[in-house]
């Protein structure tokens, strides 16, 4: 069975600590993705990955940084968490080629609240 | 741009009835990739169905059918036979060529089934 998994389903930090958000798949995907999700705003895309070491950023990347030293593991960072980082964090991956759709496969999700 | 609008941001739907989601976008390449997620109230978001913008049929997986009209660039999701279990987050979400990597979605529509 296909899995993305997400490190930690629940976070409270402080302002200014320093987060990690780690996801891992097993489905040896080229693609992953950061996803910022708030209601009523849908997905927004913060930084994605096509190959090891390789990032892009997405439409909100400020604040955020990622890193991506392995196929299957990619780390989104928070240096200095802040309050209006309070939101739901998904991370996704995919394989986009001949005859595939390029579906997302999504992880559970990391709720992060930031006091 | 690319664009995806969702311009239902909740329902409710007696439980057995027939459901329709609305979903229009806007882009001007002419191959791209329409896709429906469900997300639950548990967070994780579930691949329900894709149309291609050169697939001669509606796309249709078990309940789940898509109502894909290309002149007027909508990809209506239709649920036959609603199920309370159906009661969650909807997005639509386009991929198109430029962009194979990412999705662009839609801000989501809250569905909830009556029982």
């Known amino acids: 069975d296909v899995k993305v998994t997400q490190s930690s389903r629940y976070l409270v930090k402080r302002t200014g600590e320093k987060v990690f958000l780690e996801c891992v798949q097993d489905?040896?995907?080229?693609?992953m993705f950061w996803y910022r999700q708030d209601p009523g705003l849908g997905l927004r895309l913060i930084y994605f990955?096509?190959?090891?070491?390789?990032?892009e950023k997405g439409d909100i990347p400020e604040g955020y940084s990622v890193s991506r030293e392995k196929k299957e593991r990619f780390s989104l960072i928070l240096e200095s968490a802040s309050t209006n980082q309070t939101s739901m964090y998904l991370c996704?991956?995919?394989?986009f080629g001949q005859g595939n759709t390029g579906e997302l496969f999504f992880g559970e999700g990391s709720r992060l609240t930031v006091l | 741009a690319q664009k995806i609008t969702q311009t239902q941001p909740g329902m409710f739907v007696q439980e057995k009835e027939a459901v329709t989601l609305d979903c229009t976008y806007d882009?001007?390449?002419?191959?791209?990739?329409l896709f429906w997620y469900k997300q639950p109230s548990s967070g994780e978001m579930i691949f329900l169905i894709y149309?291609?913008?050169?697939d001669q049929q509606n796309a249709t997986e078990g309940r789940y059918s898509l109502n894909f009209q290309k002149a007027r660039k909508s990809a209506n999701l239709v649920i036959s036979a609603s199920q309370l279990g159906d009661s969650a987050m909807y997005f639509c979400?386009?991929?198109?060529?430029?962009?194979?990597?990412?999705?662009?979605w839609g801000a989501g529509t809250k569905l909830i089934i009556k029982p």
């Open positions: 996704a991956s995919s394989f």
């Open positions: 489905m040896d995907h080229e693609n």
């Open positions: 990955s096509y190959d090891v070491k390789m990032k």
């Open positions: 882009t001007s390449d002419p191959s791209y990739g």
């Open positions: 149309q291609g913008s050169y």
């Open positions: 979400a386009m991929r198109g060529p430029d962009s194979n990597y990412q999705l662009i």
